[in-house]
């Protein structure tokens, strides 16, 4: 299995705004310069799935695998035997809030979707927290 983690902290923000932007899956177009869009139908909540579409790319399904709000959230997508998990978690500490972005790739293509997709998605981690705090800061 191979896993990467990227955690930032931050003053500027609430666990509750960070929460607040991410549950809004229909805006996310307004600060991820990465998507073209995002959509869901319904509630953001475990169980339930949204669809987004890379800039250039295609359509993607994601499934909410985990909520427990103003805390953290684990979504998966499928690809063609391999699984992409994406895991967001907010932490209050006492230097601010602790942002901790891990995404992780099982099966047997695994190899394959890392280089096509999960390592871009790491390396734009660090600039797309600061995005997500700058937008959140709105809120």
Known sequence: M???TYSTVTKEVTKEQLWKLFADVNNW?????NIEFAK???K???GNHFILRPKGGPNVKIQLTETIE???YIDV???PLAKMYDEHLFEDTS???KITNTIWVTGLLSFIWIK???QKIVNDTPTDMQKQIAAAKKL
């Open 2 to 4: 191979w896993k990467r």
């Open 29 to 33: 177009h307004n600060w991820d310069t």
């Open 40 to 42: 869901i139908e319904g």
């Open 44 to 46: 953001f909540e475990a």
């Open 70 to 72: 103003n805390n953290k």
């Open 77 to 79: 997508t499928s690809f």
């Open 95 to 97: 230097e601010g809030v």
């Open 116 to 118: 096509l997709v999960a």
